[in-house]
């Protein structure tokens, strides 16, 4: 079964590849990659669905008083934002940040916009193709549950988002750290205790 997700992680990645050769948007919402492929989400589905919505008002905000000039992933996870990407200087980065503040049921901004030329498409491609190693490592290990973690790769920078355990936070910062095109590693997570944890695992999200 494990073999089955993992090719299926590498499979996404080259959709992924394939769609940003055909339409190379400045702006991005919901990371680099799809969090994973079996439904297991410590969100409830009213959250997920804000999340989306956030991602989306965040994006288009963005795109409108920018424009073409920066390249900005927009990242949602339980409220929390995060912005991923590239802006040609530190004022169009803040006001980037502004934006997402400004959003509708947004609880906190990390900004992580860098200030410097945009990506390249030979880049923005290795950054998908480490985000399905990745993805692929943490289905192979068995003590985690690959799909509880949402990755965004930018520029060989890792950042792990989710409902996680201080833990699991080790863990998946460790097994990401040994993939080929990694340079580094940043935890952006909500951390929840263990008890929470089994929580969490004994009923559904609803």
Same mark, same amino acid.
């Given at each position: 079964?494990?073999?089955?997700?993992?090719?299926?992680?590498?499979?996404?990645?080259?959709?992924?590849?394939?769609?940003?050769?055909? *339409?190379?948007?400045?702006?991005?919402?919901?990371?680099?990659?799809?969090?994973?492929?079996?439904?297991?989400?410590?969100?409830?589905?009213? &959250?997920?669905?804000?999340?989306?919505?956030?991602?989306?008002?965040?994006?288009?905000?963005?795109?409108?008083?920018?424009?073409? !000039?920066?390249?900005?992933?927009?990242?949602?996870?339980? !409220?929390?934002?995060?912005?991923?990407?590239? &802006?040609?200087?530190?004022?169009?980065?803040?006001? *980037?940040?502004?934006?997402?503040?400004? /959003?509708?049921?947004? *609880?906190?901004?990390?900004?992580?916009?860098?200030?410097?030329?945009?990506?390249?498409?030979?880049?923005?491609?290795?950054?998908?193709?480490?985000?399905?190693? /990745?993805?692929?490592?943490?289905?192979?290990?068995?003590?985690?549950?690959?799909? *509880?973690?949402?990755?965004? @790769?930018?520029?060989?920078?890792?950042?792990?988002?989710?409902?996680?355990?201080?833990?699991?936070?080790?863990?998946?910062?460790? @097994?990401?750290?040994?993939?080929?095109?990694?340079?580094?590693?940043?935890?952006?997570?909500?951390?929840?205790?263990?008890?929470?944890?089994?929580?969490?695992?004994?009923?559904?999200?609803?």
């Amino acid at each position: 079964m494990n073999s089955v997700l993992r090719y299926l992680a590498l499979g996404a990645v080259l959709l992924a590849t394939l769609l940003s050769v055909s *339409a190379c948007f400045p702006l991005m919402a919901g990371g680099v990659v799809m969090t994973g492929f079996v439904a297991v989400d410590r969100r409830t589905s009213g &959250a997920m669905l804000e999340d989306q919505a956030i991602e989306v008002k965040t994006s288009t905000r963005i795109r409108d008083v920018l424009g073409e !000039r920066v390249h900005i992933t927009v990242t949602s996870y339980n !409220r929390k934002l995060l912005l991923t990407g590239e &802006a040609p200087d530190a004022k169009d980065k803040e006001q *980037a940040g502004e934006i997402a503040k400004n /959003i509708d049921n947004v *609880a906190s901004v990390w900004n992580e916009v860098g200030v410097t030329s945009i990506t390249t498409l030979t880049e923005r491609t290795n950054d998908l193709v480490a985000a399905g190693r /990745i993805k692929a490592d943490l289905i192979d290990a068995k003590d985690l549950f690959s799909n *509880a973690y949402k990755i965004v @790769v930018e520029r060989g920078a890792v950042y792990v988002m989710g409902r996680i355990t201080a833990r699991e936070a080790k863990r998946v910062a460790s @097994v990401i750290s040994g993939v080929t095109g990694v340079k580094k590693v940043v935890l952006v997570h909500e951390t929840i205790t263990e008890d929470e944890l089994a929580n969490l695992n004994a009923k559904p999200a609803h």
